[in-house]
């Protein structure tokens, strides 16, 4: 079983809608999760932290579920420029060791 | 804002040649790490390093090497290149206590 696993996609929607990507992680000792966001052909860009407690940036919303070792992302109102690879990643230990699904393609269309 | 460059963007090598991938940060980093990534692998971790002339193995260590002589620097070694070894690199940066990662730009390697 992948450390982190993620629905690769892709996923088509058109401007406006909501998505949700999902993504699980195998090692209950993890303590820290992230989305990161990756354009074709070029390196990925930490979209934002997740927290036990949900937090929202604007129009994406991403939730953490400990117990089910479950993580989301929600975009709302989706953009054409949100089209990308969304990444899941998660901190298994304190020294930065990081551990990366493989992403989800998200294209959003007019 | 912190930046990581690697030498090259594009790469073809020979099967057989020994390969330099440079990797340089700016913001006087402590952590730094190689990935390679796969169409549906995802990112793997090859080496990291927590401080100069540091290293660890990461997940996929074999078949590379790497060198932290400063701060600044962390290389990555291709000690005999393999066909099996064309990948995009990336390098990544991240200060001790902030968990995100910056990423360079990549290096598309081949070989052939």
């Known amino acids: 079983r992948k450390e982190v696993e993620q629905d690769p996609g892709p996923f088509n929607v058109p401007e406006g809608a909501t998505v949700a990507f999902n993504c699980t992680y195998s090692?209950?000792?993890?303590?820290?999760f992230f989305w990161y966001r990756q354009d074709c052909r070029k390196e990925p860009k930490l979209l934002m932290s997740?927290?036990?407690s949900g937090n929202e940036d604007g129009r994406f919303t991403a939730q953490l579920n400990r117990a089910s070792q479950y993580i989301s992302l929600l975009i709302r109102d989706s953009k054409l420029s949100d089209s990308a690879t969304y990444l899941c990643?998660?901190?298994?230990?304190?020294?930065?060791?990081?551990?990366f699904g493989a992403g989800t393609r998200l294209t959003v269309k007019p | 804002d912190v930046k990581v460059t690697q030498s090259s963007r594009y790469l073809v090598k020979r099967t057989g040649e020994k390969v330099f991938l440079e990797c340089v940060q700016d913001?006087?980093?402590?952590?730094m790490f190689w990935y390679r990534q796969d169409p549906g692998l995802g990112l793997r971790l090859i080496y990291f390093?927590?401080?100069?002339?540091?290293?660890e193995k990461g997940d996929i260590p074999e078949g590379y090497s790497v060198s932290r002589e400063k701060k600044e620097r962390f290389s990555l070694i291709l000690e005999s290149a393999s066909t099996n070894q064309t990948s995009m690199y990336l390098c990544?940066?991240?200060?001790?206590?902030?968990?995100?990662?910056?990423f360079g730009s990549g290096t598309r390697l081949t070989v052939v």
């Open positions: 990544a940066s991240s200060s001790t206590g902030d968990y995100g990662y910056t």
């Open positions: 090692n209950s000792a993890s303590q820290s």
């Open positions: 997740v927290y036990s």
């Open positions: 990643v998660v901190n298994i230990l304190s020294n930065n060791d990081m551990r």
């Open positions: 913001m006087d980093h402590e952590n």
């Open positions: 390093s927590y401080d100069v002339k540091m290293k």
